[in-house]
């Protein structure tokens, strides 16, 4: 006897392909979320803080000032070269909800801040313009951040204004050191031809930059907006060095990104050895732009730091 296998195909209604097409999006949507942990819904971006210029000699440096004018305890922030005041939104918000009071300015000739004539462009240091600017706000001792090309400046007055400081945290930098020995490191270390591809391929992680295309076209946003055209970048007070580092006394912090390309955390550890005493932490997946990929674990850290220094 011989046994047949019949096979019926019933027509698939359009009803049909609908509920099938929702199925598999309901499932595609669960698997996504649960792999990516659904982080395009809790993305969030820095929303500019409102603020004003301070008139200091021959420069008008813009700066946002939130928080009470009478808390104790001051932070200031200093941006990178990619960057403004406003890539500091998120952390000024925070401090300030934590009874800080946050500053943070726009070097002259990035963003708003105004040089007064081309003879200014490019004058004196941040850290100059720094001491300015908390002589015309009339601080006393508070905390200085600077990440990336903040980090030179922050380096470089911690090491000439050391007294006016509370604590130090640097971010993401390569501290600009002139060391003959430290050059070669960073030579040996760096991807050659690195600075001249688009600044978001060579900042921004690789991991922020697959799972946020908008957070990477907004960086991109700030970071066309920095340095303005024709502005010359500023000279060190002094130049930075391993011994100069070695001077500086004051409760450190140094914040790395594990996906960094600029300031790898292999770098920052070597210098870093210099600053006695100084608290590490370490951000796996983050690039060069430390505050802006990974807002909530750099806030973290840099509150628990301060936090300790202010009990």
């Known amino acids: 006897m011989k046994h047949f296998t019949i096979i019926t195909q019933y027509p698939v209604s359009k009803m049909q392909k609908l509920i099938r097409l929702w199925l598999a999006t309901v499932f595609l949507f669960g698997f996504t979320c649960l792999f990516a942990e659904c982080i395009w819904a809790q993305e969030s971006y820095p929303i500019a803080l409102e603020g004003q210029f301070a008139n200091l000699s021959k420069v008008k440096l813009w700066y946002t000032d939130i928080g009470e004018k009478s808390a104790k305890e001051v932070v200031v922030m200093l941006h990178p070269n990619t960057g403004t005041s406003a890539v500091w939104a998120d952390q000024s918000r925070a401090l300030a909800k934590a009874g800080y009071r946050a500053i943070a300015f726009d070097r002259r000739g990035w963003g708003q801040s105004v040089y007064a004539t081309e003879a200014d462009n490019g004058a004196q240091s941040i850290a100059e313009d720094l001491e300015s600017l908390v002589m015309y706000l009339k601080l006393d001792r508070f905390h200085l951040i600077g990440i990336a090309g903040g980090g030179f400046a922050a380096i470089d007055y911690a090491a000439w204004q050391q007294k006016r400081l509370k604590s130090l945290i640097i971010g993401g930098s390569t501290g600009q050191l002139s060391d003959p020995a430290m050059k070669e490191i960073v ?89 006695k005493g100084h608290q590490w932490f370490l951000i796996p997946e983050a690039g060069h732009a430390l505050t802006w990929e990974e807002p909530e674990l750099f806030t973290k850290a840099m509150l628990d730091f301060l936090n300790q220094q202010t009990k």
Do not use: F
């Not at 991991?207 to 066309?224: D, F, H, I």
């Not at 070695?246 to 600029?262: C, E, R, Y």
């Open 187 to 275: 030579q040996r270390l760096e991807i050659p031809g690195i600075r001249k591809i688009p600044a978001h391929y060579r900042e921004v992680g690789p991991s922020y930059r697959a799972r946020s295309p908008e957070g990477t076209l907004k960086w991109l946003e700030v970071e066309e907006h920095s340095m303005q055209k024709n502005a010359k970048s500023q000279n060190l007070y002094t130049l930075n060095t391993l011994d100069k580092i070695s001077t500086i006394k004051v409760p450190s912090l140094l914040i790395a990104g594990g996906a960094d390309l600029l300031a790898p955390p292999s770098l920052m550890r070597i210098w870093g050895q210099r600053l």
